[in-house]
């Protein structure tokens, strides 16, 4: 049997056997940091790299280089005036963004940066905790986050914020189904659910190969996800306000605009644990032993999640946002379908390969071949739902939908006024003298 379907592959996970509870502490505070360090690595990156992208220089006045520009943002969020408005729900009002901050720091605890290593005389991982269901910790944890982007915009008791959460709670939520379907055929590969194990697991080949459909769904769920270009909807453009997050001001605001680039490098360590590997050194440093072990573990694990930072950076810069419904449209029309097929493709490989012996290219040419099946199929599909609705410029335009003015729609022609035409009026000079 090919080790890549072997049902539980005999590599070694995390030990926590000889884990203390100061150590424990250690490694919580490192994650602290290492998180912040991070967010203001990843602040000055994407500034200079969009700078770079765009052709302008980006911040280069703060330090040098302007490394130093986003300890000064930080440095005015601090300092900034606190506002309360009148009438919001104060004790909500104040727990929305805590909620965001503590889910989006409590990802990292289940993230395996490394293996087991010499910690103080004690052998013990560069993990914080495991558990044989971590990953649904993680699907849990984010989706604790949403409530804190819709108390955010409810306790407020205004208009515009409670939009820009109902979008991006609807955003999230459609989008998670999709991220959560993406990792099953991680789990089914793996033969379980515990990030240490899915990572050791992949010791002699990373599942984003044998997995390339559902890595791709994924990544395009993570950027919708973390509501980054081109799904940054919640924020629309004829409003002109931050979405859920306008009636903040100072460290309130603070804590949303850390917890969104916390949730990205959280999206690109799942996506390193999950599909490249997690720790593991990459070909073909993975042949030699003391670079794919011990402490290097950290450099490649910061590496790789420093690739998805930059895929996110880039794509910020490079695509244009999407119209709502072409959003939603994607991910239940497209995403889910996709990611569905490919779970029934990939228990469809371990069912064969658990009762018959298969060669595996042969295997992989069925199966890609039926999925790619199942995709012509889809396609077609909603290509003739599109040919069948009708044409905007068909329609009759009068100005008017549901009782309010609206634009005319691509195709359609505005109606010319129904009033008749009023008659021109005869001006006559006034005599001299006269009051007319």
């Not at 009148?86 to 009002?93: A, E, I, N």
Request: glycine share 8%; proline share 6%; aromatic share 14%.
């Amino acid at each position: 049997m090919n080790l890549l379907l072997a049902a539980v592959p005999d590599y070694t996970a995390s030990d926590f056997s000889e884990e203390t509870w100061w150590l424990t502490l250690i490694k919580a505070v490192f994650i602290i940091v290492f998180l912040i360090l991070n967010v203001l690595l990843a602040l000055w990156v994407e500034r200079r790299g969009l700078g770079r992208m765009q052709t302008r220089p980006g911040p280069n006045v703060a330090g040098p280089l302007g490394l130093l520009q986003a300890i000064a943002d930080a440095g005015k969020l601090l300092f900034k005036e606190d506002m309360w408005t009148r009438r919001s729900d104060k004790f909500l009002y104040f727990l929305a963004p805590a909620i965001a901050a503590f889910s989006a720091f409590s990802v990292f605890a289940v993230i395996p940066l490394g293996p087991n290593v010499n910690l103080f005389g004690h052998s013990s991982p560069l993990q914080l905790a495991d558990m044989p269901v971590a990953t649904l910790y993680i699907l849990a944890i984010t989706s604790l986050g949403l409530y804190g982007v819709v108390l955010g915009g409810w306790s407020t008791r205004s208009t515009l914020p409670l939009y820009g959460a109902v979008r991006s709670s609807a955003q999230v939520i459609s989008y998670e189904l999709a991220m959560g379907m993406a990792l099953v055929s991680v789990f089914l590969m793996s033969g379980t659910m515990s990030t240490s194990q899915i990572v050791a697991a992949q010791g002699q080949i990373w599942w984003v190969v044998p997995l390339i459909p559902a890595f791709v769904v994924y990544c395009i769920s993570a950027t919708g996800e973390v509501n980054r270009l081109p799904f940054d909807l919640p924020e629309a453009e004829g409003e002109l306000v931050a979405g859920h997050m306008t009636e903040y001001s100072s460290m309130k605001f603070g804590w949303y605009y850390l917890s969104e680039y916390v949730n990205m490098l959280n999206v690109s360590a799942v996506a390193t644990t999950m599909f490249l590997g997690g720790w593991h050194a990459p070909w073909p440093f993975s042949h030699i032993t003391f670079l794919n072990d011990g402490w290097w573990g950290i450099l490649w694990f910061f590496l790789k999640m420093w690739f998805f930072m930059f895929l996110l950076i880039w794509t910020r810069a490079t695509l244009l946002r999407f119209r709502y419904d072409q959003f939603m449209s994607l991910g239940w029309k497209w995403l889910m379908p996709i990611a569905l097929a490919w779970i029934v493709a990939v228990a469809v490989i371990r069912g064969i390969t658990a009762w018959v012996e298969v060669s595996l290219p042969i295997l992989g040419c069925v199966i890609v071949a039926v999925f790619a099946l199942m995709m012509l199929v889809m396609w077609i599909g909603d290509k003739r739902v599109a040919e069948s609705e009708t044409s905007p410029a068909d329609e009759e335009y009068t100005g008017f939908a549901d009782g309010f003015p609206v634009p005319p729609l691509p195709g359609q022609q505005p109606v010319t006024s129904l009033r008749a035409p009023r008659a021109p009026i005869d001006a006559t000079a006034s005599k001299e003298g006269s009051d007319e």
